[in-house]
């Protein structure tokens, strides 16, 4: 799988006296790490910004999303059903059976990734833990595996975490039956998924970024981007078997610092918080900001909330409760989240 590093000269030169702080990203559904966190423009890089602050910086991206694996995603009848009418006439004439009758990973393949990664990095620079940062559906992935190995995770941060799955126990029987890929539209990502989430004036401070934000994805993606209808191109990621997330959550034992977003399904996404194990925890409240907010003006909130946390597992001298972000980062208390 593809692992990026982000690590500044003066911190890479003291390697040899002490051992680095280190931070490993993990994505979400759709965006590859790179894409997520690492977006060539501006200073919209989340990698570059910690790794100016003195971190060891990685981003993993997992089986089936940026320059790792993509195992049967290549035969467009492979898509699942809900989505195949988004590839008829360019890409099929007519729906079609998969020629793998499977879902392609399960939370356990991506936890077992996740360890390979870690224990690289950790054999790597010499160290016993790494804190891990997840956005979204990386924040089930993360959680899950700081749940299942204590002693190898330093710091949590879950950002947008996704709501607890239906179901806890893995599927039966495993893998399910199903199709290996499913599509993200340019449309659904950009308007559904993003602009109707935005409510404030400059809740979007460089509207250009979202035109990069794309163009990566598809250079990352590479077949996807002949795929779209539109000449845009179509997001591809593997259709998962999501499970234990209520569980894993319950059985955090690391720091933790959940962030949501004021735009961002709030009450949804408050299972996270509810359900979190672990008795070092605090949650923040970002204002003007939607799920994607590493790439909107709130950016600079989070880069800063996220760099106390990593350094002091504080956030203006809060270690725990709840606080409040306003639209120009100012802190204050927030009534527990319910």
């Given at each position: 799988?593809?692992?990026r590093?982000?690590?500044a000269?003066s911190?890479?030169?003291?390697?040899?006296?002490?051992?680095?702080?280190?931070?490993?990203?993990?994505?979400?559904g759709?965006?590859?790490g790179?894409?997520?966190y690492d977006?060539?423009y501006?200073?919209?890089s989340?990698?570059?910004?910690?790794a100016a602050?003195?971190f060891d910086?990685?981003?993993?991206?997992q089986?089936?999303?940026g320059?790792?694996?993509k195992?049967t995603?290549d035969d467009?009848c492979n898509v699942?059903p809900?989505f195949?009418h988004?590839?008829?006439?360019?890409?099929?004439?007519?729906?079609?059976?998969?020629?793998?009758?499977?879902?392609?990973?399960?939370?356990?393949?991506?936890?077992?990734?996740?360890?390979?990664?870690?224990?690289?990095?950790m054999?790597?620079?010499?160290?016993?833990k790494?804190?891990?940062?997840?956005?979204?559906?990386?924040?089930?992935?993360?959680g899950?595996?700081?749940?299942?190995?204590?002693?190898?995770?330093?710091?949590?941060?879950?950002?947008?975490?996704?709501?607890?799955?239906?179901?806890?126990?893995?599927?039966r029987?495993?893998?399910?039956p199903?199709?290996?890929?499913?599509?993200?539209t340019?449309?659904?990502?950009?308007?559904?998924?993003?602009?109707?989430d935005?409510?404030c004036?400059?809740?979007?401070d460089?509207?250009?970024?979202r035109?990069?934000?794309?163009?990566?994805l598809?250079a990352?993606?590479?077949l996807?981007?002949?795929?779209?209808?539109?000449?845009?191109?179509i997001?591809?990621?593997?259709n998962?078997?999501n499970y234990?997330?209520?569980?894993?959550?319950?059985?955090?034992?690391?720091?933790t610092?959940?962030?949501?977003?004021?735009?961002?399904?709030?009450?949804?996404r408050n299972?996270?918080?509810?359900?979190?194990?672990?008795?070092d925890k605090?949650?923040v409240?970002?204002?003007?900001a939607?799920?994607?907010l590493?790439?909107?003006?709130?950016r600079?909130?989070?880069?800063?909330?996220?760099?106390?946390?990593l350094?002091?597992?504080?956030v203006?001298?809060?270690?725990?409760?709840?606080?409040?972000?306003?639209r120009?980062?100012?802190?204050?208390e927030?009534?527990?989240?319910?």
């Amino acid at each position: 799988m593809a692992v990026r590093e982000k690590i500044a000269a003066s911190t890479q030169q003291k390697l040899a006296d002490s051992k680095p702080s280190i931070v490993l990203f993990i994505h979400g559904g759709f965006a590859p790490g790179v894409v997520a966190y690492d977006l060539p423009y501006r200073d919209y890089s989340f990698m570059a910004v910690l790794a100016a602050a003195g971190f060891d910086v990685f981003a993993m991206e997992q089986t089936g999303y940026g320059k790792s694996p993509k195992p049967t995603m290549d035969d467009p009848c492979n898509v699942d059903p809900e989505f195949q009418h988004l590839l008829i006439p360019h890409v099929l004439k007519q729906p079609c059976q998969p020629s793998y009758p499977h879902k392609l990973v399960s939370s356990q393949t991506e936890f077992d990734e996740i360890e390979t990664v870690v224990r690289f990095i950790m054999d790597l620079r010499q160290v016993d833990k790494v804190s891990l940062y997840g956005w979204s559906t990386g924040a089930p992935r993360a959680g899950g595996f700081a749940a299942m190995h204590p002693d190898k995770v330093d710091k949590l941060i879950l950002v947008a975490p996704s709501p607890f799955f239906p179901v806890d126990a893995p599927p039966r029987p495993m893998p399910e039956p199903g199709s290996p890929m499913i599509l993200q539209t340019y449309e659904t990502l950009m308007i559904k998924r993003w602009q109707d989430d935005v409510h404030c004036d400059d809740q979007i401070d460089d509207p250009e970024v979202r035109a990069v934000f794309w163009r990566e994805l598809m250079a990352e993606d590479g077949l996807g981007a002949e795929w779209g209808a539109d000449g845009r191109g179509i997001m591809r990621a593997p259709n998962r078997m999501n499970y234990g997330w209520r569980t894993n959550a319950a059985k955090i034992k690391a720091p933790t610092l959940v962030i949501q977003s004021e735009y961002d399904n709030y009450e949804k996404r408050n299972d996270t918080w509810k359900g979190l194990g672990s008795k070092d925890k605090l949650f923040v409240k970002i204002a003007c900001a939607s799920h994607f907010l590493q790439f909107e003006r709130a950016r600079y909130t989070l880069h800063r909330v996220a760099r106390d946390w990593l350094r002091k597992s504080s956030v203006s001298g809060f270690d725990h409760g709840a606080l409040y972000a306003d639209r120009d980062g100012n802190i204050s208390e927030l009534q527990q989240p319910h």
